[in-house]
Structure formats: C-alpha cells, structure tokens
C-alpha cells in the first residue's frame, strides 16, 4: 500500500494540480490519498499512518515546507520509506539531491519503492521568548537571524501565491530579501561548536545546513552533504547593508565563502545565543522567535526512494 499524501494548498494550488495529472498512474498499484487542511496537517496525517510497527511507503506531493512537517509527524524512521514528489517555492530539497527533472522516471522509482538513499536529519532544540522549549526536525536547514527573518516576511507576503502560480515562487525570496535587509537590526551572537566558541558583535545571520541550498537557489553552504553525518555552518559576522550588496549575489553560485566576513564550519552539536530574540527558521517555516537555538544531528535517517 502507498499512502500519497497531498497538500491541496502547497505552491498555491499547484500541487493538487500535480497530484490530479498524476494520479492515473499509480491505478495499477494499492494506494490510498489523503489531503490535508488546517484540521490535519501534513504531520498529523504523517503521525496516524507511522504510529503503528508497521513497514509504510508514503508519497508526498508539496514543497518543502510539506516535507518538513511531513518528517516531524513521522514515528519509526526505520520502517517508512518516502517518496518526493516537490512543488513548492523554492523547491531546495530536490535540488540539493539532484531529483530527477523527468516525472515519470521519479513516478517509475516511487512505484518500485526501492530506497536509494538515506538522509541525514537535523533537530532543532528552540527555546522562545517565554522560555519554553520546542523540539523540530529539519531536512534543509535551520538558521536564526536574517535568513528566518526572510522566511518569516515569505510566508506572511501577498506576493507568494500569485508568484507561485506563474511558477516564479522562488521570486519571492529575493524580493522579501531586499526589504528586509533595510529593517533587520545587526544582533550580537555567540556561536559555540563544541570547545569553539566564536563571538560576532554584529552578526547578521546564522544557519546550519544539511543539504547545501536554501531560500529557492542560495548555497550558503555549498560543501553539505545530507549523508556524510555532518552539518554545516554559515554565519554572516560583522555585515553591514554594503557588505550584503557586496556579497549577496555571490552566494547563488556559493562564491561567497571567499569573503572574511563568512565563517564556516562543520557540526554535529551547535548552539546559537543572541542578545535580542530573532526569528528561527526550519526549512523556511517559522514559528517561533528566540535567543536559544542548539542544532544537532539526529539519529533517525530518512528513507527515499526517489
């Protein structure tokens, strides 16, 4: 059985579009669709259908925010396989693993179900501005600052809907972008990765990375892998408005690695403090603001078979 899981809202609209020009051809295999909605969203669909020990094969057709609420409603990694079917805005997840662009060759490998690669996952440890603490997993990244302040201003913006109809969603990142860096505030960080500690008085951003591209393109860290155990870490310190002109544009192609004022590193534990609270980011949905953010490798690993 192939349980297909679809977001009737996801690229606005587009993914049920993808979902129904499909749909013919998984007539000849046992499958079972279920769509979500603001009653039962993608992770409580994902928590019913894995909360048994029971083997699940699950089809997931939305973007990448779908497929991060899809991996925090999943129980017992080790008996689900995933298939990813992406339409969303920025699309980083597919393009980070080099999916395959040809419909039917990801349809011919879902309906095999034969796993062909394993993933790394990311968990973020979020304690808000009321002290509390939440607990979410990541697929992309997770990133505090201006980065999640982006995301924030996308995913509350008019303008993503209609530029995902016209299939420009990833627009909408670059637009929000050269608003926001006129109204975010510079914040002092304290990055500690394990016995390092790093110290950025004006720190524009912070992200840790498990696959290299975010926000519809940019490879802030072009060196990740999502199997080779580690994250990877891009902070922005010391920027002001002329050094992201200046940089910026670099980091679509990951060229803005060379600059002093980037620092990267790798992790497997990392733990963000800020003075002032900052918006947090997991694979581009934000929830909460913070000014305690620890980032560490999961132990589940996430089974794909396309």
């Avoid at 600052?145 to 969603?169: E, Q, R, W, Y």
């Avoid at 670099?250 to 790798?266: L, M, P, R, S």
């Avoid at 581009?284 to 589940?300: C, I, M, N, W």
Wanted: hydrophobic share 40%; glycine share 10%.
């Amino acid at each position: 059985m192939l349980e297909v899981i679809v977001n009737p809202a996801g690229a606005g609209g587009e993914a049920l579009k993808l979902w129904h020009q499909i749909e013919a051809y998984f007539d000849d295999i046992e499958h079972q669709v279920h769509f979500s909605s603001k009653n039962n969203d993608i992770n409580d669909i994902a928590s019913f259908l894995t909360s048994g020990n029971r083997d699940v094969s699950i089809l997931l057709v939305g973007g990448d925010g779908s497929m991060n609420k899809l991996v925090n409603g999943i129980h017992h990694f080790d008996h689900v396989k995933v298939g990813f079917l992406a339409c969303g805005s920025g699309n980083d997840l597919a393009r980070s693993l080099h999916m395959s662009k040809d419909l039917n060759e990801n349809i011919r490998k879902i309906k095999e179900g034969r796993v062909v690669r394993s993933l790394d996952l990311g968990q973020a440890e979020i304690t808000d501005t009321d002290g509390n603490i939440h607990e979410r997993r990541f697929n992309i990244s997770c990133g505090i600052g201006f980065d999640a302040a982006i995301c924030h201003g996308v995913n509350t913006s008019v303008i993503k809907k209609p530029l995902n109809k016209i299939h420009l969603g990833n627009l909408s990142y670059i637009m929000i972008a050269l608003h926001t860096i006129f109204t975010h505030k510079r914040f002092a960080l304290t990055v500690t990765n394990g016995e390092k500690k790093q110290v950025f008085p004006f720190s524009l951003f912070s992200v840790c990375m498990n696959e290299p591209y975010e926000g519809g393109g940019f490879a802030f860290c072009p060196d990740a892998k999502g199997d080779d155990g580690l994250l990877d870490l891009c902070t922005g310190g010391n920027l002001n408005q002329l050094d992201f002109f200046r940089i910026f544009p670099y980091a679509y192609k990951g060229n803005h690695v060379k600059f002093k004022e980037v620092w990267i590193d790798t992790t497997k534990d990392v733990i963000f403090e800020t003075e002032t609270p900052q918006w947090v980011h997991t694979d581009g949905e934000t929830e909460f603001q913070a000014k305690r953010l620890r980032v560490y490798l999961s132990d589940e690993k996430l089974q794909m078979i396309n």
